[in-house]
Each structure stands twice: as C-alpha cells, then as structure tokens.
C-alpha cells in the first residue's frame, strides 16, 4: 500500500493497481516458495525455511528456524544456562520421515547480575534436518509446530505453527541455501582428531594437540546444565601443545562422565572458531529440540497462535453460507444504515418509471457491492503478504481515510439539504458518484455501502472472515464474493419481486422532505467520524478535519450559486473546484497518530495484564472495541455499561479489559486471531480456571450476565 | 561483551566493597541468615524459625513460569507445606523498576487476589537475601532442615516450560524435597536444575 500511494503515476489509474495487486498476489507465492509465512511478533518474526526449493522421495531436507529477533532480545541456547528455555520444534512430516536433531550454532555468554546465560541473538538459524520417506509422491507438505522463550528485561513464552509446502523435484539448492551455508560455516566442528580433550577431578578442560599451547583465547559452553558453574571466570593456560581451560565445577559435574559443549578459540593466527568438544566417559543422553508429530496428529493451523477449530462447522460450503449471511445481516448494521436511506431513496425516485430500470439499477448496486468485497480482499491479501498485520476494518485506522469519509458523507449530507444539486455536466469527486443517476450512480451506491459497512462485522462475519484469510486465495476471494452477493440481496428481491417493488412509495413532496431529513444521518455520521478522528490524531486531527469540512461547505455553496446563476457560472465552478482542491489536500495532510503521552486506562488490555490475572485464577471478560465501530459502541452503551452488568462482573469478581483497536495494536490484532477473528468486536470471557468462551457479537446484558454466571 | 567486562568490573567492585564475599552456598551447609522486611512491614529473621522446615521461593508475578505454578499449584504447595507445619518464605528480589517489583500492599493484594498463602512474603529490592542464597530464577525452591542446613535447592518441578499443562506429566521435585524433609528423611534429589526467567537484581 504504501509503495502503491507513493508512486504519483499509480494514482491516476485504478486499473493499474489493481494488475499490481494480482502481481504481488502471485509474485509472493512464487518468490517465497521456501519460506513459511513469518510469524511476528514485537520481539521477534520467526520463519520455516528450507535449503531446497524442491522435494524429492528419500531427499534429506536441510530446514531451520529462521530468528530475526530486535535489538536487545534473546532466545536461548541448547542448554540455556541459569535461567531461561531451548526453544522446542515439532515436524508434521508424511509418513516414514525422519528428523534430526536442531545443528546448534555457537552461543554468546549473557551475564545479568549472578545470572549467566548461554543466548542467540540478532538474525539466527536453527538448523536440523528431515529426510523423507522413499514411497512419497508429488512433492512435500510440512508443518512445524515450535515454541521458545524470548527475554530481555522480561521473559515472553511465544510459540508458532507454520507451513511449508515444497514441489516434486530434484533436491538442489533453493534460494536460501546460501544462508544455510553461512550458517553451518559458522556452526561448531568436531576436533581435529589429532586433538585430544579430557577433563580433571577439578573441572581443568585439557586440551592436547598440534597448536593448543599457542590458543589466544577460549571459552567453555557446556551442553548441559549443572556439569559446570556457567557464572564462573574461566581461565587459559598454555604450554607446549596443551591449552587448559580452568572452569569451576556444577552441581552435576562427574569427571569420570563425558563433558560435552562448545569451545569458542581464537587460535595463533587470531581467527576465532568454535569446537565441539567432548570428553571420555558416558554421554548424557538428552532430550532433542525436535520431535516428529505422533502419526495422525493433526498439523496446526499456521500463525502466531493455533486458533480454535474452524470458525464454526465444517467443509468448504460453511464459511461460504456464512458470509453470505454476514452480507445479509450487514444491511441491518448502524453504518450502514445512512447508506440504505440514500438507496431507498434513490429507489423511490425511479418507482414510478419502469420495473427494467430499477432491475438494471439492483443488478448494478449488486456489482458495485460485489466488486467492492472483492477489491477489498485482494487488497487485503496483497497488504497481508506485504506483512503488514492488518484485520477487518483496518481502513478506519487511517486518519486519512476517517477524514475521507468525514468528508464524504458531509457533502452527501449537504446536497440532500439542497445546498447544491447534482447536474448532469457535473462530474467529479466520489460524493457526486453515489448520486448520480442510473447505472453507474447505482454501482456507486454499492462502493459506499461496502466501505461504510466494513468496521461493523455482523455476527457470523467476523468467523468467516478469519476463515477466508487462514485459506488459499482463491478461497478468500470465494468468500468476500459471497459476503457482497449477501448485502447485495434485499436489493435484487426488491426489483425482482414485483410484489415488493409495489409496495414502493409514489413520488410527491413527501420526497423532498424524506430527502432534507436524511441529510441529518449523513451530518450524524460525519460528526462521529470527526470524534473517531479525535482519538487518532487528536486536537490537530479534529482542526483538519474540520477545515475540510468547512472548504467542503463553500465549495458546495460556490456550486449551488454557479447552478443558479444565470451568467459567469464557470467563474463560480472554477472557485469551487479550487477550494474543493484546498479541502483534499486538507484531509491528505491530517496528522498520524498522537504524539505525546497516551493515559492508559487502568483496565487497559495487555497480553501480560491477562496472563498475570489468569494467572491469580481472577476471572476476566475482554472487551476488544475500536472507536470507529459503532456495534462496539453500542454493545457498550446497551449491554456492557449497564448498572446489571456491572453489578454482575462485581459480585462475581470479574476483572474488565477493555483493548481499544482504534489506532493499529499488534497485541489486539494477534488476540483477535487467536480467537478467530479478523475485527472488533470481540467479547471474550475467561472464567477462573476454565476455557475463554467467546460471546456474540451482539451483547444484550442478559447475554453477558449469562455467560458469566454460566 | 564490552558491556558484560564493564558489568564484571562493576560486580567486582561491588564484591570488594561488601563486607563478606557471598559464595552461593551448597546443600548440607548452613542456610545462609538473613533479616528482611515483609509485606505487612514486619523484621523477618531466618532464626526466628529455628527447629522448623523452613521452604524458599522466588517470585515475580509478571514471569510466565511463576504464572504457570500460580494457576493453582503453587497456593496448594504452600497451603499443604504450612498445614504439615512448614514455614513458607515467598520472597521478591526484583529490584525498584524491574518487572515483577511491588511494594508491601500490592503484595498482599496480589496474594489475596491469587490465594495465595506464605508465611511470610519477605520484599528483597536490594537482593540481599537472593544472592546470598544464589537464587537465580524464579520459581526458584529451597529447603531448609530445622537443624538450619540447607537440604534442597534447584527447581519446583522437572519439566522446563511455561506450560502448565506441564504440571502434571513433572516429576515434582520441590514437593518431594518439602515432604522428605518434614518428616526427616533425606532428600533424594537435592539439587536440581531450577528454571524459570532470571531474578531482576538491582546491578
């Protein structure tokens, strides 16, 4: 999106986004044919990579873990050390296949005060390998199931499912295997066998072999925890071709068992290596990092948390009829509500002239509706493959785009109050597009209704939603189509049905009037979109807006004059076009999110807020609402805010976060997902002990006191 | 690992200027004193509960492998081990400003709040208590014979995870300790690998 508005050319023409939205679409399934979707978060964006393109029967696989962790924060080495955990893999591999176990890389030493850790920071590779079953055919289907702490001032268990599917072909080098070799460049090597290690009864590491006396350096990792005191300073000394690492014994140390670990050296010519070293004596047997799935484990589904099972039933037909009764449904939705009253008016004015025309009018709203989802999925996929962490509804966190809408509706409500009229020479900015009469004005009215429609996710809808976008492409665009052909559906019976047709409205003054009222939904919608804007952008957001409104409204009266007036119309038209200009680059320029102190409210939602009172056994309802979403809002105001409701939570102790995805929050984002959802809002409850139960969309407070009572 | 030789520097000079160079002590020796302050603002000494089981535990409620034991399992250790006439000591050494650091009364919130039940929960901001022991993450259990030497240290079970699904499939090491020394046995396994996310000492 962002690399779309910055290129000027692109902005003039809709049909060549719209081939550069399919090529991303299929570019980033071609160029990321050995890499797992990333799962992502603030600490880290974690992918399943392999070192082949292509699978074939027997191959032997090279597959990692692909860490690329912020600055600062840090996973943890096979044996982690004082503190700290290995991550943990697991292979959903066809039958027959083998793994081996993770092909550590050296670690660096951590030291926290009298805590000592062996960590992996910055870009890391864990390396292991898969070798596949010989009776295997067309190609390789993978999924990996991992889990691993990430800490830095504080420690955060993550875990991840991913996805990898590789075509039949000969196993040659893939695009990533140059990262694979740097990595096993780097990784520890066996000592040279005319090398030598043992340990003494006092944990002295000797080393003896050609060059050892002439170490500059070394430093011991041991493989396993207790064998020695990681804290300790550990001293060289060299003579003749023995080098002896002092180090201070463990818990667990036996000189008579193998002491195993890596040595980093700096050698005589100062290169600095690392040595898999291992002394005489029995091996400690350890648990591997990787682990194939028990035989007929289901493999996850991908992302940052495994989401519970499918939105609701089974097979492909159910999310469809899903969402084409989310479509349905959306119609009776608050925002979409001042849209309606534009359609209903507009089928009033032509329920006089013939049935074909307001057939061909509903066939064009449904288009216009239909091709709005679909625009909308595509973008959606492109901007998902592009990485951005993005659900439904996520073009009402642009404050561009609130103001847009502001805007919009504003002028919309304007020329129903007759300030100005649509004529037929007149043919410019989107306000005018829903107005405009026959097929394309109805096309438009489609557009509106969709954009207007998207924060308010009816029931059923936010499931689907999820569904579609945890599915293939194609299947995602099935979906949205579906969802438009619902919304679109009243409108198809209302001009098919003669039935209903008649029972239209004839025209008379009374549509005057109806028109004059309606514009007051429109300045209703446009003033809550400017609140909207206030939390986005605060004071400074509200004065842009405003400005556009207010250059809006004299470009609308500029107009109306110019409609009336008998000479120097063009002179009036071209004022209006230049103060219509100054209102766009208004909007444009709206500021970005608040800079300054933010107050976090005390039952503010945090992913460690919720653990920490899960944690107490505190039960909790979650609350996840956006500013923009009026179901949100009115939930709150007829359910949630309720004296009954409140006295419910209190007697029973139940603890209220509230997330507010007004602006963009990873966190609230990935719990949405977690959850199955795509959008606000989400009414989640979390009973001392038990399993969340997620609530319907539309909460009543007996729906709540219900579920928390239940 | 310039900033690990300037924080080595800064460790040793610190240990040069307290008086007694604290070496983490081993099981069978004397549990090292202490006098520290709990959440009611009370003087708590180690010999205060001379002749008792005495057991140890780290915290800091904000580690998920804290929260993975305060599902539950934690409460009814310390309510089993004191209803057997053990003394339970929680003790919290996060330092001011580091996660998990709370003053007396948010202590005894959260304690309510979880069910949870220690003796005492000794508040250690400047670690003393902590590094004398060794402690090096939370949870991190130790067990103290009533003749004051120390008989457990090392893990509260032997599964490394946050996961409390976990619980249950563990080898529940500190439990074993806590039983074996309440009625004078000797400990089995008495020194373990203790997990859990690193103590955020004051440097």
């Known amino acids: ?710 | 690992m310039k900033q690990n030789a300037l924080l080595g520097a800064g460790l040793m000079a610190c240990a040069m200027i307290m008086p007694v160079a604290q070496a983490a002590p081993r099981v069978g020796d004397a549990a090292p004193a202490f006098t520290a302050v709990d959440s009611n603002g009370r003087s708590v000494k180690l010999s205060d509960f001379a002749g008792r089981t005495v057991v140890m535990e780290w915290t800091n409620h904000g580690c998920p492998y804290v929260q993975k034991w305060y599902s539950g399992g934690m409460q009814a250790l310390q309510k089993e081990a004191t209803g057997k006439g053990a003394v339970w000591l929680t003790v919290l050494s996060s330092a001011p400003g580091t996660q998990g650091h709370v003053d007396g009364a948010s202590a005894n919130r959260m304690m309510k709040e979880q069910g949870a039940a220690p003796t005492h929960y000794l508040l250690d901001p400047d670690g003393k208590v902590g590094r004398a022991y060794g402690a090096q993450v939370t949870p991190h259990m130790y067990v103290i014979a009533p003749d004051g030497r120390l008989a457990y240290m090392g893990g509260i079970d032997s599964i490394a995870s946050p996961d409390v699904n976990d619980i249950p499939k563990a080898e529940p090491l500190a439990r074993l300790a806590i039983d074996a020394v309440l009625v004078g046995k000797p400990v089995a396994k008495a020194q373990t690998r203790p997990y859990g996310c690193s103590i955020k000492y004051a440097n």
């Open chain 1, 1 to 710: 999106m962002p690399r779309a508005h910055s290129d000027p050319s692109m902005k003039h023409c809709i049909l060549n986004r719209w081939l550069l939205t399919v090529a991303m679409l299929s570019m980033s399934a071609f160029v990321h044919a050995a890499q797992s979707d990333a799962v992502r978060s603030p600490r880290a964006e974690v992918r399943l990579v392999s070192a082949q393109d292509a699978a074939a029967p027997a191959a032997t696989l090279g597959l990692a873990l692909h860490f690329r962790l912020q600055p600062g924060w840090h996973i943890y080495w096979m044996n982690p050390g004082d503190a700290g955990q290995a991550p943990r893999i697991e292979v959903f591999a066809p039958e027959g296949a083998r793994v081996g176990d993770v092909r550590w890389p050296a670690p660096e030493r951590h030291v926290d005060g009298p805590v000592t850790t062996y960590i992996h920071q910055g870009d890391v590779l864990l390396p292991f390998e898969l070798v596949l079953p010989s009776a295997m055919q067309r190609g390789a289907e993978l999924a990996v199931k991992a889990s691993w702490l990430v800490c830095k001032d504080i420690c955060i268990p993550e875990e991840g499912a991913f996805r990898l599917a590789l075509p039949p072909g000969n196993d040659r080098p893939g695009s990533d295997a140059p990262m694979f070799a740097a990595t096993e460049a780097a990784a520890p090597v066996a000592l040279d066998s005319r090398w030598q290690a043992s340990v003494d009864a006092r944990g002295v590491l000797i080393l003896e072999g050609p060059g050892a006396g002439a170490l500059q350096s070394a430093e011991f990792f041991a493989a396993d925890w207790g064998r020695i005191d990681h804290a300790a300073p550990q001293t060289l000394t060299t003579s003749g071709d023995i080098a002896r690492v002092t180090l201070a014994p463990g818990a667990e140390f036996d000189a008579a068992r193998a002491l195993e670990g890596v040595l980093r050296i700096r050698d005589a010519d100062g290169v600095e290596r690392a040595l898999w070293v291992s002394t005489p004596g029995e091996r400690t047997v350890r648990a591997p990092a990787v682990s194939l799935a028990l035989a007929g484990t289901e493999p996850p589904v991908t992302g940052a948390m495994a989401p519970p099972a499918a939105a609701a039933g089974e097979g492909p037909w159910w999310p469809l009829l899903l969402a084409f009764a989310g479509g349905v449904l959306l119609n009776l939705m608050p925002c979409v509500f001042p849209v309606l009253a534009i359609k209903a008016l507009s089928f009033a004015r032509v329920g006089a002239s013939e049935r074909t025309v307001v057939r061909r009018q509903s066939i064009a709203y449904c288009i216009g509706v239909v091709a709005s989802f679909v625009v909308l999925a595509a973008v959606l996929l492109a901007l998902r493959s592009a990485g951005s962490e993005l659900g439904w509804g996520f073009q009402f966190q642009s404050p561009v785009f609130v103001s847009a809408m502001a805007v919009l509706l504003f002028a919309v409500g304007l020329n129903l109050s007759g300030v100005f009229q649509f004529g037929s020479r007149l043919a410019s900015a989107g306000s005018t597009l829903t107005e405009r009469g026959g097929l394309s004005g109805s096309f438009f009215t489609g557009v509106l209704a969709v954009v207007v429609a998207t924060p308010c996710t009816a029931p059923f809808m936010g499931g689907a939603i999820a569904a579609a976008l945890a599915a293939p492409a194609l299947h995602t665009l099935a979906i949205f189509t579906a969802l438009g052909v619902g919304m679109a559906l009243p409108y198809l019976l209302l001009a098919f049905m003669p039935g209903l047709a008649r029972r239209m409205p004839r025209p008379g003054l009374w549509m005057e009037r109806l028109k004059q009222a309606l514009a007051f939904p429109m300045y209703g919608a446009a003033a809550w979109l400017v609140w909207v804007l206030s939390q986005q952008s605060g004071a400074d957001g509200v004065l842009h807006g405003m400005v556009a409104l207010l250059l809006v409204a004299f470009a609308a009266w500029l107009t109306g004059v110019a409609q009336g007036a008998a000479d120097h119309a063009g002179l009036w038209r071209a004022g209006a076009l230049v103060v219509l200009v100054a209102g766009g680059v208004a909007i444009a320029r709206t500021p970005g999110e608040v800079i300054g102190p933010q107050v976090v409210a005390d039952n503010a939602f945090t992913p460690q807020r919720l653990a920490e009172l899960r944690a107490s056994g505190t039960p909790v309802f979650v609350n996840m609402t956006a500013a923009w979403c009026v179901t949100c809002l009115m939930n709150e105001k007829v359910a949630l805010s309720t004296d009954a409701v409140q006295a419910a939570f209190a007697a029973r102790g139940v603890i209220y976060l509230k997330g507010d995805w007004t602006r963009a929050d990873p966190d609230i984002t990935r719990f949405l997902q977690a959850h199955g959802r795509d959008g606000v809002p989400l009414y989640v409850y979390f009973p001392s002990g038990g399993a969340p139960v997620v609530l319907p969309q539309i909460l009543t407070p007996r729906v709540v006191i219900d579920h928390i009572a239940s």
